[in-house]
């Protein structure tokens, strides 16, 4: 069971709102501390199964190693605070640390151990318990403290002096901090952002769409304050360190950067990247990407979760005139067989690799192709699969021939392919004076 801290600064009154909601929402047992002050976290303080709330006199940003107050050793703490901005009606939730100066309390350079699974669970009870005039969302790394004492983020009622007085608001910052009881602060799947603005929304989505969570953000601003990247190896390895990963996304052109972190022996990936791989292994990612492509250049995941695959080749032009007829239907049938496959046009369009689970490559094979053929029986008089080809033919309309004939081109034209009659000169003419048999062969 994981143990909460929630810290309550008296100097702003949003957090004394929102607190008061805690100590009305849950079934709190009061308590008192007096081998610490009043201002730092002793005193009155309160304990709930798997939580504990205290208050601290100053401003959280200020507060350092706030942790070692608490009796429960907590493995999580959230700074319950206001926010400030000119964003109107908002809940959000961040980490603390600065890329760069220490204007607003924390050290310069630092950063604070972080907590992605626990913020992605916060922007989830967030949108069920906010008010409908609030908007909900995460911000990037921004002010102190940077020295907590245990992985930890804000969560924020914003962003002014109406939100600040909410009770609405309050009760839903309040809602929302109860929801992380027994929260793991991290999870199997997280990154590291750079670049973006404030308030992140690259990285809101992959939070909200996909199963990665997200650390530390350096967001454009910060990176300019940062300066050169290879003066400031440590801070990046720290940033890693904190969100517990070596993979990183990097929102917007920061070359400098993108060399930096590849030499320190970081991983960059992209959004797609994320999405793509969701909850896969990835070790069978890295061994998918060396065999066929990688997912940037167009590898796509289908439904078999199998660890060990071959590799089966289909005929490209076979593929392509399946698709001719139903792309859809030619997708389905290859997500719902492979563990991956291969590309074109940016993703659109099935490519002729797809790894297949391991020892089964001839009756997926076999599978495939089966169901292509049904699709060209679509359009095609008679399709045939053999060992070494398909075959398919068709009775086609040949319009040299019907030119040479002084069909006029036109509507008359244009109803004779369609296999129609027509009259021309007080003649009927039939389209089958004008059709002839086409062969199609695709070799396996």
Same mark, same amino acid.
């Given at each position: 069971?994981?143990?909460?801290?929630?810290?309550?600064?008296?100097?702003?009154?949003? *957090?004394?709102?929102?607190?008061?909601?805690?100590?009305?929402?849950?079934?709190?047992?009061?308590?008192?501390?007096?081998?610490?002050?009043?201002?730092?976290?002793?005193?009155?303080?309160?304990?709930?199964?798997?939580?504990?709330?205290?208050?601290?006199? !100053?401003?959280?940003?200020?507060?350092?190693?706030?942790?070692?107050?608490?009796?429960?050793?907590?493995?999580?703490?959230?700074?319950?605070?206001?926010?400030?901005?000119?964003?109107?009606?908002?809940?959000?939730?961040?980490?603390?640390?600065?890329?760069?100066?220490?204007?607003?309390?924390?050290?310069?350079?630092?950063?604070?151990?972080?907590?992605?699974?626990?913020?992605?669970?916060?922007?989830?009870?967030?949108?069920?318990?906010?008010?409908?005039?609030?908007?909900?969302?995460? %911000?990037?790394?921004?002010?102190?403290?940077?020295?907590?004492?245990?992985?930890?983020?804000?969560?924020?009622?914003?962003?002014?002096?109406?939100?600040? #007085?909410?009770?609405?608001?309050?009760?839903?910052?309040?809602? &929302?901090?109860?929801?992380?009881?027994?929260?793991?602060?991290?999870?199997?799947?997280?990154?590291?952002?750079? &670049?973006?603005?404030?308030?992140?929304?690259?990285?809101?989505?992959?939070?909200?769409?996909?199963?990665?969570?997200?650390?530390?953000?350096?967001?454009?601003?910060?990176?300019?304050?940062?300066?050169?990247?290879?003066?400031?190896?440590?801070?990046?390895?720290?940033?890693?360190?904190?969100?517990?990963?070596?993979?990183?996304? +990097?929102?917007?052109?920061?070359?400098?950067?993108?060399? /930096?972190?590849? #030499?320190?022996?970081?991983?960059?990936?992209?959004?797609?990247?994320?999405?793509?791989?969701?909850?896969?292994?990835?070790?069978?990612?890295?061994?998918?990407?060396?065999?066929?492509?990688?997912?940037? #250049?167009?590898?796509?995941? &289908?439904?078999?979760?199998?660890?060990?695959?071959?590799?089966?080749?289909?005929?490209?032009?076979? +593929?392509?005139?399946?698709?001719? +007829?139903?792309?859809?239907?030619?997708?389905?049938?290859?997500?719902?067989?492979?563990?991956?496959?291969?590309?074109?046009?940016?993703? *659109?369009?099935?490519?002729? /690799?797809?790894?297949?689970?391991?020892?089964?490559?001839?009756?997926?094979?076999? !599978?495939?192709?089966?169901?292509?053929?049904?699709?060209?029986? %679509?359009?095609?008089?008679?399709?045939?699969?053999?060992?070494?080809?398909?075959?398919? /033919?068709?009775?086609?309309?040949?319009?040299?021939? !019907?030119?040479?004939?002084? +069909?006029?081109?036109?509507?008359?034209?244009? !109803?004779?392919?369609?296999?129609?009659?027509?009259?021309?000169?007080?003649?009927?003419?039939?389209?089958?004076?004008?059709?002839?048999?086409?062969?199609?062969?695709?070799?396996?």
């Amino acid at each position: 069971m994981s143990d909460l801290a929630i810290v309550e600064s008296r100097a702003d009154r949003a *957090s004394v709102h929102i607190c008061d909601h805690l100590r009305d929402l849950a079934d709190w047992t009061e308590r008192v501390d007096d081998s610490r002050s009043d201002a730092d976290g002793g005193g009155t303080y309160y304990q709930t199964d798997g939580i504990e709330l205290r208050t601290f006199e !100053a401003f959280h940003l200020e507060l350092e190693r706030p942790a070692e107050a608490f009796d429960c050793d907590p493995d999580l703490l959230v700074f319950a605070s206001r926010h400030s901005g000119d964003t109107g009606a908002l809940l959000t939730g961040h980490f603390t640390g600065n890329f760069g100066p220490a204007e607003f309390g924390g050290e310069d350079n630092a950063v604070a151990e972080t907590c992605p699974n626990a913020l992605a669970r916060l922007l989830e009870a967030f949108d069920e318990h906010a008010p409908e005039e609030y908007d909900v969302g995460m %911000e990037c790394t921004h002010h102190g403290p940077t020295d907590v004492g245990c992985p930890s983020l804000f969560a924020e009622l914003g962003s002014g002096d109406e939100q600040w #007085d909410d009770p609405a608001g309050a009760e839903a910052v309040a809602r &929302g901090i109860l929801d992380l009881r027994d929260v793991a602060p991290h999870r199997s799947r997280q990154v590291v952002g750079f &670049g973006g603005n404030h308030y992140a929304p690259r990285f809101g989505r992959i939070v909200r769409e996909t199963p990665w969570a997200v650390g530390h953000i350096a967001a454009d601003w910060g990176l300019e304050d940062l300066g050169h990247p290879s003066a400031h190896r440590d801070l990046l390895a720290a940033a890693f360190d904190a969100s517990n990963t070596d993979i990183a996304v +990097i929102d917007g052109d920061w070359p400098v950067l993108e060399e /930096t972190l590849t #030499d320190l022996g970081y991983r960059l990936v992209s959004e797609t990247w994320l999405r793509e791989v969701g909850d896969r292994p990835l070790e069978v990612v890295d061994q998918l990407e060396a065999t066929v492509e990688s997912v940037d #250049d167009g590898l796509r995941f &289908g439904e078999r979760r199998d660890d060990t695959f071959e590799i089966v080749s289909l005929p490209g032009d076979l +593929i392509d005139t399946a698709e001719g +007829i139903d792309p859809e239907r030619v997708r389905d049938a290859v997500e719902a067989r492979t563990i991956a496959f291969s590309t074109d046009n940016g993703g *659109s369009r099935v490519g002729s /690799t797809v790894a297949v689970p391991a020892g089964e490559p001839l009756e997926t094979k076999r !599978a495939l192709l089966e169901h292509l053929v049904a699709l060209l029986e %679509e359009k095609y008089d008679t399709v045939r699969l053999t060992d070494d080809a398909v075959i398919a /033919t068709e009775t086609a309309f040949n319009p040299e021939r !019907a030119a040479t004939a002084g +069909i006029p081109e036109g509507p008359k034209f244009g !109803a004779l392919a369609a296999g129609e009659s027509v009259t021309v000169d007080g003649e009927t003419i039939t389209p089958e004076r004008f059709q002839t048999e086409r062969t199609d062969r695709f070799d396996l």
